[in-house]
């Protein structure tokens, strides 16, 4: 399983940028999907997650900011990010929970994409 994600950028204080995160490979279903950073210095942080049924979560000092969706014909998860600050600034990393074929049958893994670096910066 491979998570690619993408989107990050330079941006400017109060902007707007949308991430995404596509996830292929032996996938029998998807139960989450996720952002998480990490800032300098910082240690990796959640930020949000979509979970299978619908149902999001945000972390406090995103939230009526920031919004996750999921596309899940395409195993696709977005968070469009809206009046960004500077403490903003991080490494995004998407993070997902899937189901997948094992020996013994169906079992559930996390899997983590690469970082994309966001930059919120006049």
């Known amino acids: 399983v491979q998570l690619q994600a993408s989107g990050g950028g330079l941006v400017q204080p109060g902007g707007s940028l949308t991430l995404s995160c596509a996830a292929s490979?032996?996938?029998?279903?998807?139960?989450?999907m996720g952002w998480y950073r990490q800032a300098p210095g910082n240690e990796r942080e959640f930020v949000a997650v979509?979970?299978?049924?619908?149902?999001?979560h945000y972390a406090d000092s995103v939230k009526n900011r920031f919004t996750i969706s999921s596309d899940s014909a395409k195993n696709t998860v977005y968070l469009q990010m809206n009046g960004l600050r500077p403490d903003d600034t991080a490494v995004y990393y998407c993070?997902?929970?899937?189901?997948?074929?094992?020996?013994w049958g169906p079992g559930e893994a996390d899997y983590w994409g690469q970082g994309t670096q966001v930059t919120v910066s006049s």
């Open positions: 993070n997902s929970r899937v189901v997948e074929p094992t020996t």
């Open positions: 490979g032996n996938i029998l279903d998807i139960n989450a």
């Open positions: 979509w979970m299978s049924g619908g149902s999001t």
